[in-house]
């Protein structure tokens, strides 16, 4: 327990200070260590979600979700996710904004409706307060 919370604490001041990769490390050792735990594949997936890997970011999120179905957050950060992604794509050049109708569908099934995009938080905002200790 105290290495898990020292990884999870490692990996918290890391993202804080802007060192993603570094927590982002911090949290694949807790996992490799002691297992995985809805709150570190919730971590892991803000860390991807910071590295602008989108996709593995919902991959860990969902994770967090099949280990812990009643867990808000990761549904929030899977609508936020949606959110930034339909947000670049508007940003796109015409020609370039066509994306398979099934994606677009996919994202919209995953927004838990207590968590809908437009009553999340900016983009701006900094998701370090969003963290979860992996140890209870």
Known sequence: PCL????????????????????????????????????????????????????????SFEAALRLNPSYTPARTWIARVGKKVTSMLDDLPEGLRDIPEESAEMAAAHAAPEASPGSDESDGASSANSFEYDFE
């Open 4 to 59: 898990t919370r020292a990884r999870a604490e490692l990996g918290r001041v890391m993202f804080a200070i802007g060192r993603v990769v570094v927590a982002f490390s911090h949290f694949q050792q807790s996992l490799r260590m002691f297992g995985r735990h809805f709150a570190t594949m919730h971590n892991i997936g803000l860390c991807y979600y910071e590295m602008g890997r989108f996709s593995d970011a919902v991959n």
